[in-house]
C-alpha cells in the first residue's frame, strides 16, 4: 500500500519522484522497462529551452521560464553536467527576421533574461561558423545543455536514498479504484495499491488514462531523427543554434552536447506505432540537407551514432496537468512535447500542489538528503586523481578511452544502479561506449566488470531490454 504510484520513469515521473521524497509519504515508481530514463527522455535534443517559443502567460511559458531558472541548482545538487551555453535563432530575409521579431517579444513578456536580437555581424562574431548569408539572430543566454538520462537517473537515484521505490518491468495493464483505493494492476498479475495515482507514462499516458477514466485525450508519437558526430565537430559552435520554428516544432537545430559532441536534428513525421525509433537514410539525408543552410562546416564523415526519439503530441496541443474530474485523486501529467525536459522541474512543483489540493497529507522530513555525489575521474585534479587512486586503485584503470572512463566509476555505477545491469544501462549511468569507437574497444571489458560485480555469466548479460543478449554461447 503507497500513499502515492507515478506511472513512468521519465524525468516528468522522475522530477515529481524526487520532489514527492521530501514529505513523509511512501512513493512508488512503475516503469514498463528495465531502467529509467529510456523512452522520450532517452533521445532528444538535451536543450533546456530559454522560453521564448510560448505564447506568454500560457502555462507552458510559466513553467518554461521557472524551470529554466531551476536547472542550474538542481544539477549541482545531483552532480549532474550542466552548462549554459545560450541560443540563437538565425534569420535568412524579412520574413524570418519579423518571426525573430515576435519570439523577442515573447521572451521580453515571459521576462527571459538577456534576450536580445543582433544583426549580421553580431551573430558571425559570435558564431563565426555560421552561414555567411544570414542577416540577424535572436540570441538567448540562458538557454542551457544537459544529459536528460543522466539528470533522470539521477532524480532517481537521489529519490531511492530519500526513502522512494522503484519497480521495474512493470508495465501497467489495468487500474480499478475500490473504496476510494487505487488497484493498479501488472503485466506480471501483481496488484499493487495506492491512495493517489499519477499518469507520467509519455506517449502511453492516454493508455493509461483511459484504464480508469472518460477518454478525454489522445497522444499521437511525433518522431524526431538525429545525427551525433564525434567530438572533433564538437568546437564548431558554443551556442545551440535554431533555424525559424514551424507548425511541426522547433526545427532542425544545430548544438554542442554537455559532453563535447555535436548533434543535428530533429526531423518532426507523425507517426502511429509508438515504439517506432527507427532511423531512415532518406531522413537523415534531409535533417542534413537542412542543417546545411545553418552551416557547411560540419563534416559528417564524423557521424558516430544516429538515433530517432517520439514526441508525445496530444490531441489538444497542449500540457497536460490536472486531476481528473470525475476519478479524483487520479493525476495526468501528460502532452509534454518540447519543452517538456524544461519544464520537468517546474511541472513537478505543480503536480505537488495538486496533490496537496486533491487531499494528501505533507509533511515534511526532517533530514531530506539533495545532494547525490558522483565521481567524473577526468575532470579531478591531479592531486585529486592521486588521492582516489590510492584508496581504490580500479579508477587508475581506462577502460573507455574514447570517454576516459575508468573500471572505478563502471563499479560505481553497477553498485548504485537500481535497474538490471545492461552494458546500456552502465553507458547510460558513466559513458563506456559513449564516444567515436560506439563501444566496439570497451564494451567486453565492460561485460567483464558486469559478470565479476553482478555474477552474471556472459551469455546472460544483456545490450539493452529484455531479448537484448549480445553473446549467444561459445563456438568453440
Known amino acids: 500500500m503507497y500513499d502515492v504510484i507515478i506511472i513512468g520513469a521519465g524525468v516528468l515521473g522522475g522530477s515529481i519522484f524526487r520532489e514527492l521524497t521530501r514529505y513523509k509519504l511512501k512513493v512508488c515508481v512503475l516503469e514498463k522497462e528495465n531502467d529509467v530514463a529510456v523512452g522520450t527522455t532517452k533521445a532528444n535534443s538535451a536543450i533546456v529551452h530559454a522560453g521564448f517559443d510560448p505564447e506568454p502567460g500560457t502555462s507552458i511559458a510559466i513553467h518554461n521560464v521557472i524551470g529554466n531558472e531551476m536547472y542550474e541548482s538542481l544539477c549541482k545538487e545531483l552532480s549532474v553536467p550542466f552548462k549554459r551555453n545560450g541560443a540563437m535563432v538565425i534569420a535568412f530575409d524579412k520574413t524570418d527576421l519579423e518571426k525573430i521579431r515576435t519570439l523577442y517579444n515573447n521572451g521580453i513578456?515571459?521576462?527571459?533574461?538577456?534576450?536580445?536580437?543582433?544583426?549580421?555581424?553580431?551573430?558571425?562574431?559570435?558564431?563565426?561558423?555560421?552561414?555567411?548569408?544570414?542577416?540577424?539572430?535572436?540570441?538567448?543566454?540562458?538557454?542551457?545543455?544537459?544529459?536528460?538520462?543522466?539528470?533522470?537517473?539521477?532524480?532517481?537515484?537521489?529519490?531511492?536514498?530519500?526513502?522512494?521505490?522503484?519497480?521495474?518491468?512493470?508495465?501497467?495493464?489495468?487500474?480499478?479504484?475500490?473504496?476510494?483505493?487505487?488497484i493498479v494492476k501488472t503485466s506480471d498479475e501483481e496488484n499493487i495499491k495506492a491512495n493517489y495515482v499519477i499518469n507520467a507514462a509519455g506517449v502511453y499516458a492516454d493508455k493509461i488514462h483511459d484504464m480508469i477514466c472518460p477518454q478525454t485525450f489522445s497522444i499521437r508519437p511525433r518522431k524526431g531523427e538525429y545525427l551525433v558526430l564525434d567530438k572533433s565537430q564538437g568546437n564548431l559552435f558554443s551556442r545551440t543554434i535554431f533555424q525559424c520554428?514551424?507548425?511541426?516544432?522547433?526545427?532542425?537545430?544545430?548544438?554542442?552536447?554537455?559532453h563535447g559532441n555535436l548533434m543535428i536534428g530533429p526531423?518532426?513525421?507523425?507517426?502511429?506505432?509508438?515504439?517506432?525509433?527507427?532511423?531512415?537514410?532518406?531522413?537523415?539525408?534531409?535533417?542534413?540537407?537542412?542543417?546545411?543552410?545553418?552551416?557547411?562546416?560540419?563534416?559528417?564523415?564524423?557521424?558516430?551514432?544516429?538515433?530517432?526519439?517520439?514526441?508525445?503530441?496530444?490531441?489538444?496541443?497542449?500540457?497536460?496537468?490536472?486531476?481528473?474530474?470525475?476519478?479524483?485523486?487520479?493525476?495526468?501529467?501528460?502532452?509534454?512535447?518540447?519543452?517538456?525536459?524544461?519544464?520537468?522541474?517546474?511541472?513537478?512543483?505543480?503536480?505537488?500542489?495538486?496533490?496537496?489540493?486533491?487531499?494528501?497529507?505533507?509533511?515534511?522530513?526532517?533530514?531530506?538528503?539533495?545532494?547525490?555525489?558522483?565521481v567524473r575521474f577526468m575532470d579531478l585534479s591531479a592531486d585529486e586523481k592521486n588521492k582516489i587512486i590510492k584508496k581504490d586503485a580500479r579508477y587508475g584503470k581506462i577502460v573507455?578511452?574514447?570517454?576516459?572512463?575508468?573500471?572505478?566509476?563502471?563499479?560505481?555505477?553497477?553498485?548504485?544502479?537500481?535497474?538490471?545491469?545492461?552494458?546500456?544501462?552502465?553507458?547510460?549511468?558513466?559513458?563506456?561506449?559513449?564516444?567515436?569507437?560506439?563501444?566496439?574497444?570497451?564494451?567486453?571489458?565492460?561485460?567483464?566488470?558486469?559478470?565479476?560485480?553482478?555474477?552474471?555469466?556472459?551469455?546472460?548479460?544483456?545490450?539493452?531490454?529484455?531479448?537484448?543478449?549480445?553473446?549467444?554461447?561459445?563456438?568453440?
Open 109 to 182: 513578456k515571459s521576462g527571459i533574461k538577456g534576450i536580445k536580437i543582433l544583426n549580421k555581424e553580431e551573430a558571425l562574431k559570435m558564431e563565426p561558423n555560421l552561414n555567411s548569408n544570414i542577416v540577424g539572430a535572436l540570441y538567448a543566454p540562458t538557454s542551457g545543455i544537459v544529459c536528460p538520462f543522466e539528470y533522470t537517473i539521477a532524480l532517481c537515484e537521489n529519490a531511492i536514498e530519500n526513502g522512494g521505490e522503484i519497480k521495474l518491468n512493470k508495465e501497467v495493464v489495468d487500474i480499478k479504484k475500490e473504496n476510494d483505493i487505487f
Open 267 to 374: 526531423s518532426a513525421v507523425d507517426v502511429d506505432d509508438k515504439d517506432d525509433v527507427s532511423t531512415t537514410p532518406e531522413v537523415l539525408e534531409e535533417i542534413k540537407k537542412v542543417a546545411s543552410m545553418t552551416t557547411d562546416k560540419i563534416n559528417y564523415k564524423e557521424t558516430i551514432k544516429n538515433f530517432a526519439g517520439l514526441r508525445a503530441i496530444s490531441s489538444n496541443n497542449n500540457f497536460i496537468v490536472e486531476e481528473n474530474f470525475t476519478v479524483k485523486k487520479f493525476i495526468d501529467v501528460a502532452g509534454m512535447k518540447s519543452p517538456g525536459l524544461t519544464c520537468a522541474p517546474s511541472i513537478a512543483l505543480e503536480v505537488i500542489d495538486i496533490l496537496k489540493n486533491a487531499g494528501l497529507e505533507l509533511e515534511k522530513k526532517e533530514k531530506f538528503n539533495n545532494n547525490r555525489k558522483k
Open 245 to 258: 520554428p514551424s507548425k511541426m516544432g522547433k526545427g532542425i537545430l544545430v548544438t554542442p552536447t554537455v
Open 400 to 476: 573507455c578511452r574514447c570517454e576516459q572512463i575508468t573500471e572505478g566509476e563502471i563499479v560505481e555505477a553497477i553498485k548504485k544502479s537500481f535497474a538490471t545491469t545492461s552494458v546500456d544501462s552502465v553507458k547510460r549511468r558513466c559513458r563506456p561506449g559513449m564516444g567515436r569507437c560506439q563501444g566496439g574497444f570497451c564494451s567486453p571489458k565492460v561485460m567483464e566488470i558486469i559478470e565479476r560485480e553482478c555474477g552474471i555469466h556472459k551469455d546472460k548479460i544483456l545490450l539493452d531490454k529484455k531479448g537484448t543478449w549480445i553473446l549467444r554461447g561459445k563456438v568453440k
